[in-house]
């Protein structure tokens, strides 16, 4: 009898053994199956989004299409100082910068012009269409500001603005006073404007051209990042009101998206956005002086800038 009895309950243990198997390979068969349908389901949905709009585990997707390009004016005692690029290209996942001298020379019609001289008799939007020219760059919008509110979006911002200034600044004349050394600096907003204003720069002309990039690049980098994503709205509104500008709340709120990914992108080393140089050179001298883009220029920028060549 203990026999038999031994006998039954190995054949109970192996009939046991037999359906735990065979509903462990159910479970893995059907597992799988299911996850197979999910995973097929999720792709076809990703396929049938916008790129625009889709977002993977690296962040959403753009195209060159979401590039957006400005041309930023500055004035001062009602003057065309500076003539900057800004072009935001969240598929790169870069900003860059570019400063046109204000001496270049571009054509309106059969006239030559410098820029600054065109910005007095046809404004801004003569000068964007003669630059698109010249260039290859088409602007989506155009933005003027003067040096009166440069100091006030400084203020706004609040924690003055953090560049580098690559040579000493020393100047006292003409009830205009400058004292700074090189090096990283934080700049308070009167500041900012007497450097945008400094007429001694030892590049010259080029030098007094590129340093209205890079203070441009040295705001983005600063204020462009994940903590300021929850007063975005604000700025826009602050900053658009301190401008001369055909940009819209629908320009704004078609760009959000691209600037809130760049604004991700910049939260470590704030250095999105780069300074680049426009290539030429300056002919002449004194009220002469002009500025003349290289024969190649178009081919030159590139990709970079949106120029097909």
């Given amino acids: 009898m203990p026999s038999l009895k031994r006998k039954k309950s190995h054949k109970r243990l192996s009939n046991a053994l037999v359906f735990l198997v065979a509903f462990l390979l159910f479970l ?13 389901i999720n792709q076809e949905r990703q396929s049938t989004q916008d790129p625009t709009t889709s977002v993977t585990e690296e962040g ?5 299409e979401d590039a957006k390009t400005l041309l930023l004016v500055t004035t001062d005692a009602g003057e065309a100082q500076g003539f900057v690029a800004v072009r935001m290209d969240p598929a790169a996942g870069r900003i860059s910068t570019m400063a046109f001298p204000r001496e270049t020379a571009v054509y309106s019609g059969t006239d030559t012009y410098r820029l600054y001289e065109l910005f007095a008799s046809q404004g801004v939007t003569g000068v964007r269409d003669s630059l ?7 602007f989506d919008n155009y933005a003027v500001i003067t040096y009166d509110n440069i100091e006030k979006l400084v203020t706004y911002l ?5 560049t580098e200034l690559s040579e000493n600044l020393d100047y006292n004349a003409d009830g205009y006073f400058i004292k700074l050394e090189a090096g990283p600096r934080v700049l308070t907003a009167p500041q900012v404007t007497n450097v945008l204003r400094y007429p001694n720069w030892q590049g010259g002309r080029r030098q007094k051209a590129a340093i209205q990039a890079q203070l441009t690049s040295s705001l983005i980098n600063q204020y462009l990042t994940p903590a300021r994503q929850s007063t975005a709205d ?4 602050t900053i658009v009101n301190l401008l001369q500008s055909d940009i819209r709340v629908s320009h704004y709120n078609a760009a959000k998206a ?15 956005c780069s300074a680049a140089s426009f290539p030429g050179e300056f002919v002449g001298s004194g009220d002469q002086l002009r500025f003349y883009a290289d024969e190649q220029v178009k081919a030159q920028l590139g990709s970079a800038w949106g ?3």
């Fill in 60 to 64: 959403p997707i753009f195209s060159e």
């Fill in 258 to 272: 691209g600037l809130d990914y760049l604004g991700t992108l910049n939260k470590d080393s704030g250095s999105i």
């Fill in 234 to 237: 604000k700025d826009f509104s």
């Fill in 307 to 309: 120029v097909s060549g």
């Fill in 132 to 138: 698109s020219q010249l260039t290859g760059i088409a």
């Fill in 28 to 40: 893995l068969l059907f597992g799988g199956l299911c996850l197979w349908a999910v995973v097929k």
């Fill in 158 to 162: 609040g924690d003055g603005l953090l």
